[in-house]
C-alpha cells in the first residue's frame, strides 16, 4: 500500500518510516490532520534533498502507518520521546529537521528537551502561542472518514484549490479510515467549544526564546489553518531565526511553492 516503508521499534511503538540518499540526516516531520502520514506530505520532497542528506520521513506515534495504542497518553513527552527513539534505533546522534505544522511543534519540543539532537530547525506553518481555533483545526476534529467529507476539509488547506486531486483525496480519505486513526488525532486538537471561541495552545514565547539551534521559520500569508501570527511569534522568539513568508500560499508550503521552498531549505541546510 502507499505510504508503507520500513519498519522500525521505537517508544515501544511499531514505526513506519521511509529513508532516501546519503550524508547528514535530514528529518521530515508530518503534520496534523485527518489522513496524514509522512508520505502524503513528503513523498515529493524526499528526492529534492536525497542527493546531498540522508533524508528520514517517519509517521509519528499514532499517525499515519505507525502503531496507535488505545491505552497510551498520546502528548509532546510520548511524541518527543518517540522521536528521539527513531533517532536511536538509526543510529544517529544529531540531525536537522524540516517540521510541517504538528512536526514543527514536535522539532520545537525536540529542540527544547534534548537539543544535543538537533543541528537546525525548519518549521513550517508552525502554530505557538495562543490563537483562536481555525476552520481548518475545527474540521479536522469533526472531520468523519468519508471522500466528500475529505474533499470538503482539504479545500481549508491550499490558496490553490486545484492541489486538490482526486489521487490526494483517495489516498488521504483511505489512511484516515484506519482504526484509531481519527482518535489519534482528536487527542491532539483541542475539542472545539460549543460556544464561543475555542483557544489553541502551542509553544509560548518564553519557551522558543530557550532554542540554541539555527532555526528557518516559513509560513503561508494565506494559512487558514494556522494563522502567519504564530510564525512571526516565532521568529521573534527565538534568538537565532530567520523568517519567509510566502505570499498567494496557505498550509502547504512545501507542495504549493516546491520549488522556492527547496532552494530556501537547501541554501538554509548548507550554511
Known amino acids: 500500500m502507499e505510504g508503507i516503508g520500513k519498519t522500525l521499534l521505537a517508544a515501544g511503538h511499531q514505526t513506519n518510516y521511509h529513508e532516501a540518499g546519503q550524508g547528514d540526516a535530514l528529518f521530515l516531520l508530518h503534520g496534523s490532520g485527518p489522513g496524514v502520514s509522512g508520505w502524503t506530505n513528503w513523498a515529493k520532497s524526499m528526492p529534492v534533498f536525497a542527493d546531498r542528506w540522508r533524508v528520514i520521513v517517519p509517521d509519528i506515534a499514532g499517525f499515519g502507518f505507525t502503531e496507535f495504542k488505545e491505552d497510551a497518553k498520546y502528548d509532546i513527552k510520548l ?11 538509526l543510529d544517529i546522534p544529531k540531525a536537522s ?3 510541517n505544522s504538528f512536526g514543527g511543534a514536535l522539532a ?3 529542540a527544547l528537551f534534548a537539543p544535543e539532537r538537533v ?3 525548519v518549521l513550517l506553518g508552525t502554530p505557538a502561542g495562543e490563537f483562536v481555533q481555525t476552520a481548518g483545526l475545527r474540521g479536522a476534529w469533526e472531520y468523519e472518514p468519508s471522500l466528500e467529507n475529505m474533499e470538503r476539509l482539504m479545500q481549508l488547506f491550499p490558496y490553490d484549490k486545484a492541489l486538490i486531486t482526486p489521487e490526494l483525496v483517495k489516498s488521504r480519505f483511505e489512511a484516515s479510515a484506519r482504526p484509531g486513526a481519527q482518535d489519534a488525532l482528536r487527542r ?3 475539542q472545539p467549544a460549543a460556544e464561543g471561541d475555542t483557544l489553541v495552545k502551542g509553544f509560548p514565547a518564553a519557551a522558543l526564546a530557550k532554542i540554541a539551534a539555527p532555526t528557518l521559520v516559513v509560513h503561508g500569508r494565506e494559512d487558514r489553518v494556522v494563522p502567519p501570527e504564530c510564525g512571526l511569534l516565532i521568529a521573534n522568539a527565538v534568538p537565532d531565526a530567520d523568517l519567509h513568508l510566502f505570499g498567494r500560499c496557505g498550509h502547504w508550503v512545501q507542495a504549493e511553492q516546491p520549488r ?3 532552494a530556501l531549505v537547501r541554501d538554509f541546510l548548507s550554511e
Open 79 to 89: 511524541w518527543v520521546s518517540h522521536l528521539v527513539g527513531i533517532l536511536d534505533a
Open 97 to 99: 529537521f524540516v517540521g
Open 108 to 110: 520545537i519540543g525536540l
Open 119 to 121: 543541528n537546525r530547525l
Open 188 to 190: 491532539l486538537i483541542p
Open 260 to 262: 522556492r521552498f527547496a
